[in-house]
């Protein structure tokens, strides 16, 4: 079992930057895809950046150019860098631990961090 445990949300001003962490119990970790999502109001939860153990990188185009999501695997913790931030980045968002192996999928979740970006 790997819990995660997100921080670093709150509320910002448009323009305004965040810095979201999650930390993982466990230090299989670092053979994990990392991902975050987020999910806002009446909205299906979207994946918007995800990295892989050997640091490749993906973001949502909603977010490329102002995101930037990095691992610490000696931490156990990724992170989630976010620029330029929109009123419409506003959500609730989720640290995701995944692999597939053959004996099945490993898919773990932490409780979210809320983004509220508001004047």
């Known amino acids: 079992q790997v819990q995660l445990v997100e921080s670093g949300g709150g509320l910002v001003q448009p323009g305004g930057s965040l810095r979201l962490s999650c930390a993982a119990s466990r230090s299989i970790f670092s053979t994990y895809v990392m991902r975050w999502y987020r999910q806002a109001p009446g909205k299906q939860r979207e994946l918007v950046a995800s990295?892989?153990?050997?640091?490749?990188?993906n973001y949502a185009d909603s977010v490329k150019g102002r995101f930037t999501i990095s691992r610490e695997n000696a931490e156990n913790t990724v992170y989630l860098k976010m620029n330029s931030l929109k009123s419409e980045d506003t959500a609730v968002y989720y640290c995701?631990?995944?692999?597939?192996?053959?004996?099945?999928?490993?898919?773990?979740w932490g409780q979210g961090t809320q983004v509220t970006v508001s004047s």
């Open positions: 995701n631990a995944f692999k597939r192996l053959p004996a099945g999928v490993f898919d773990y």
């Open positions: 990295i892989t153990s050997g640091a490749t990188t």
